[in-house]
């Protein structure tokens, strides 16, 4: 009967340590909205990691949709901040814009997204990495 | 009769108000041109010309002032970088909090040339008077919706085209440096064309001579540094051991960075020669950046490890490399802030708590050496 019991924890034990290392922190800020503009359905998701950021957007309407992205990001050799907005191009159902870094020094620190229908800001959001 | 004095008071009143209205647009463009005549004792060149700051073409030193391009996507005014940063904006209507107000330009870079400020918004060139007033697009810089990275010099704005988004971001295609003259309608033109704007960290531009710093492909080294000239379109590798944007600077006859835990170099432009100048003796941890001014370097050594702004001391050093004076800037609050060094404005240094931000310390420049060295707050 002991020795059951010290099986079981002994297992307990490895299930904990290897879904420590599952559960390992991801390195990432996002965010997801949807909603409904005259009538049709959007959705908008942001994403932030150290070196990539995303924001994508879809819209069941006929109008043309566009997303901004403004951020900032750092040199972590000689700690000079850059800072830069990208615009994607307006068109229908789906618009987007992303970004990555090439060089591992480079890591973003915040992006604040602009989600336009027509010529319209229907949700804004700010990601801190 | 009483009628006629009721007619008369509201007119009297309507008049007064009106000319407070006028007063206070001409006061703002009184104290603009004021501080131009109190300050203007430097040649125009040295407005124009691109000067080491803490982010390419968002703090600008002017004859008429000082300006700061904020995150918040409006333009700030201080008379000499150590006043109150206002929002440039004399509409007697305006609560400056919508995109109508005249200080909201969206986007960061600025410039600035005989007596306009000039802006990027996207693809196009834009200027405004130094008030603020008078908005006006010159011309665009390309067609569609890619984004640029460059500043202005000397009445050119300098660019490279970032499809990736940024400079140091896979996907940029253009492997082009292009300029454009800002009071003009004339088009773009090609400075140069080679495969280092692709991989781009920054770029100098000294006389007719353009060094290119690009990202290094070896991850033991920083950066490599290339010389084009624009007259004789020589293109030439002078080290691929240089630094980043943050630590060096370029004159017509050397260069000079700051290798981290090293310390100071200088490169003989005319023999090729790169030679340690001056070791420094900082602590062998955290990274530094340095800054070159005419009558001294800033060397900011962020002392922690890994590397924050939250702790962070600035040392400065005469341009023969003798230690002057050191303070310790523990302004920063937060994780996610960035903040620290701005610019060297005339008789001030300016610093800030949060580079998202207006600029919010200053060091006057007359304390350093004295013992007495501190960071002033810029107050409301």
Known sequence: ?129 | MLKNMYRLIILILIVGCLASCLMLVSCNKKNIQQSAESLNSKPESYYTSYKQGFSAARFLETPYGTYFSSRDGYLYYSENGNAKYIKLCNKPDCNHNSIDCNAYIKWYKIGYYYKKIYYITGNALNCMDMDGSNHRNIKALYEGYDNNFGYFHNGYYYYVITKGGSIGAFGNEDNNLYRVKVDDDSAPEIVLTNDAILRLYMFTIVGEDIYIIEFNADATKVASLYSFSTISKNWTILTDNWVGAGAYYLDDDKGYCYMRNIGFYEYDLTTNEMNLVKPTELDDIGTCSAFYYPDYIYLIHYNSNPPSYQSQILYIYDRDYNLIDSIKFDKVYGKSTTGGFIGDVDKYVIFSSNYNEKPDYYIDKSEIGTGNLMFHKIED
């Open chain 1, 1 to 129: 009967m002991k020795s059951k019991y010290l099986k079981n924890i002994s297992l307990l034990i490895v299930l904990i340590i290897l879904l420590s290392y599952s559960i390992i922190p991801v390195f990432a800020s996002s965010d997801y909205y949807e909603s409904t503009y005259n009538g049709y359905n959007y959705d908008c998701r942001s994403k932030l990691y150290s070196n990539e950021l995303y924001g994508e957007m879809n819209y069941a309407g006929s109008s043309k949709i566009s997303v901004e992205a403004s951020y900032h990001f750092i040199d972590t050799i000689y700690m000079i901040p850059y800072y830069d907005i990208i615009t994607s191009i307006p068109q229908n159902s789906y618009a987007g814009v992303a970004a990555q870094l090439m060089d591992p020094q480079l890591n973003f620190i915040d992006a604040y997204y602009i989600y336009n229908i027509g010529p319209n800001a229907v949700y804004t959001t700010g990601l801190i990495y």
